[in-house]
C-alpha cells in the first residue's frame, strides 16, 4: 500500500513557475513508476508526465513538453513536477500517482495510487 500527498498548488501569473511535489509512504518507493496528472474543470483527467522507477526515463504530454520536468528523489520518497511558463490552460487539479511497475504508464488504469490532488490556477 502506498499513500500519496501532494503539496505545492496555488495562484501564479501566466509566465509564472511552480514545483509541486508529492510525498509517498512506504519502504518501495523505489520500485514504483510515478506519474502526475491533472483535471480541469468539466475536463477528463489528463496525462501529464511520467518518471521511471529509477528516474532515468521520463515521458511527457505534448502540451506540456519543454516546460515542465519531472523527477524523484528515491532516498526521500519524494516525486516533483517542476512547472515552468505556465499558461492559464494548464489551470487544474494535479495528481500524483503511483504504478507497481518499473516501466513508465500514461493511463490512468496503470496506476494502482492516487493522491488527493494539489490545485494548480493561472491567472492571464
Known amino acids: 500500500q502506498v499513500q500519496l500527498v501532494e503539496s505545492g498548488g496555488g495562484l501564479v501569473q501566466a509566465g509564472g513557475s511552480l514545483r509541486l511535489s508529492c510525498a509517498a509512504s512506504g519502504r518501495t518507493f523505489s520500485r514504483y513508476a510515478m506519474g502526475w496528472f491533472r483535471q480541469a474543470p468539466g475536463k477528463e483527467r489528463e496525462f501529464v508526465a511520467a518518471i521511471s522507477w529509477s528516474g532515468e526515463s521520463t515521458y511527457y504530454a505534448v502540451s506540456v513538453n519543454g516546460r515542465f520536468t519531472i523527477s524523484r528523489d528515491n532516498a526521500k520518497n519524494t516525486v516533483y513536477l517542476q512547472m515552468n511558463s505556465l499558461i492559464p490552460e494548464d489551470t487544474a487539479v494535479y495528481y500524483c500517482?503511483?504504478?507497481?511497475?518499473?516501466?513508465?504508464?500514461?493511463?490512468?488504469?496503470?496506476?494502482?495510487?492516487w493522491g488527493q490532488g494539489t490545485q494548480v490556477t493561472v491567472s492571464s
Open positions: 500517482a503511483a504504478r507497481r511497475s518499473a516501466g513508465l504508464g500514461s493511463l490512468s488504469y496503470e496506476f494502482d495510487y
